[in-house]
């Protein structure tokens, strides 16, 4: 299984979207307007945090020279925004262009306990409802969030603080070797965006280096129907379009 940027960073950082496979089937509820309530940030860092500067106490001449070294310290590594190499069925199509964007989840996968008809009778089971997430940059500040759209949990959104938002439908999904205890890796199509920014330009994303976030194992019953059960996750969303 191959993975771009370490979960362990991530989660050393951070002090620490739905089950597709498991309720509803959904790749990841809340407007991109009224986004659902934010879980916190959480990072996930490739090891490219910005340097202390540590000022400069010469003549006013070195100011430019400072100035440049802090900008290009706070600028991400080059390997935050490579294309990561990925299965075959989850690989970018041809026409995908470019990383527009990546970013690091952190929050939950949530899930209600539901009553359902099953071969004529009734049964319960966990249906995902949507994910609630915060989106960070490689420095683990905050740059967005991810949740369901109104269109409902087929139709994940991610929006960036400038209020840019992509809607997306999954395409396909693939849970490497091992990854059993984790949400599957996805590929998704872009349906709609809006703004200005970066994510107005996104016609697909990658859910990557998922952990955590599968269906709650408590029981699903008459007991507890009508109950929400809010899982944690972490994973890498890269996002690629033409500039």
């Keep these: 299984m191959k993975r771009t940027i370490a979960l362990t960073t991530f989660l050393a950082l951070a002090g620490c979207s739905g089950d597709d496979t498991t309720g509803a089937g959904n ?94 009778g009734t049964g319960y089971a966990w249906v995902f409802v949507g994910p609630e997430a915060d989106l960070a940059d490689c420095h683990a500040a905050k740059i967005g969030k991810h949740f369901a759209s109104d269109a409902g949990a087929t139709a994940p959104e991610w929006q960036t603080t400038d209020g840019t938002y992509v809607v997306g439908k999954k395409l396909a999904a693939f849970t490497p070797d091992g990854g059993a205890s984790a949400i599957p890796w996805l590929l998704i199509q872009e349906t709609s965006n809006g703004g200005a920014g970066t994510l107005s330009k996104a016609g697909y994303v990658q859910r990557l280096n998922t952990d955590g976030g599968v269906a709650p194992a408590v029981t699903c019953d008459a007991t507890n129907v009508g109950t929400t059960q809010k899982v944690s996750y972490t994973a890498d969303y890269f996002f690629f379009g033409t500039p």
């Design 27 to 120: 790749p990841d509820a809340s407007t991109h307007a009224d986004a659902t309530t934010d879980t916190g940030v959480g990072p996930v860092d490739s090891g490219g945090g910005q340097d202390v500067a540590t000022g400069d106490t010469g003549s006013g001449g070195d100011a430019n020279t400072d100035a440049g070294t802090d900008a290009a310290d706070a600028a991400c590594p080059v390997a935050w925004t490579t294309a990561p190499t990925v299965d075959p069925v989850i690989t970018l199509p041809a026409d995908g262009g470019g990383v527009l964007l990546h970013a690091g989840a952190i929050g939950t996968q949530n899930y209600t306990c539901e009553q359902l008809a099953v071969d004529g």
